[in-house]
Nanobody, 125 residues
Framework: VQLQASGGGLVQPGGSLRLSCEVS????????IGWFRQAPGKEREFVGG???????FYADSVKGRFTISRDSARNTVYLQMNYLKPEDTAVYYC????????????????????WGQGTLVTVSS
């Protein structure tokens, strides 16, 4: 399976961006999908996830601002990011893991088997 993340860019604080994660090789239904980010000098951190095709969960730092959705016809998962802050600046990655994985596993990078290449989001005025 391959993942292709896109949609990053430069946005002002308070603005919005939508990232896309296109999955190829297998249908989305076979996987849990996670979004992670990594800022310079920091570890990769969990942002949000989609499990069992419809269940979404988020890090506290983005809850209420970020929303994950899916388009089955396009085999694509989206990360809608609103009210962006400078601290959201990072390279964002999407990843695929076993659909049967438990929630706690999906909160860590180790819970995923496949990764996209990352897309840079910069929040700055």
């Amino acid at each position: 399976v391959q993942l292709q993340a896109s949609g990053g860019g430069l946005v002002q604080p308070g603005g919005s961006l939508r990232l896309s994660c296109e999955v190829s090789g297998y249908t989305l239904d076979y996987y849990a999908i996670g979004w992670f980010r990594q800022a310079p000098g920091k570890e990769r951190e969990f942002v949000g996830g989609l499990a069992r095709s419809t269940v979404t969960f988020y890090a506290d730092s983005v809850k209420g601002r970020f929303t994950i959705s899916r388009d089955s016809a396009r085999n694509t998962v989206y990360l809608q990011m609103n009210y962006l802050k400078p601290e959201d600046t990072a390279v964002y990655y999407c990843a695929a893991g076993p659909k049967t994985a438990i929630r706690s596993t999906l909160l860590t990078p180790g819970g995923y088997n496949y990764w996209g290449q990352g897309t840079l989001v910069t929040v700055s005025s």
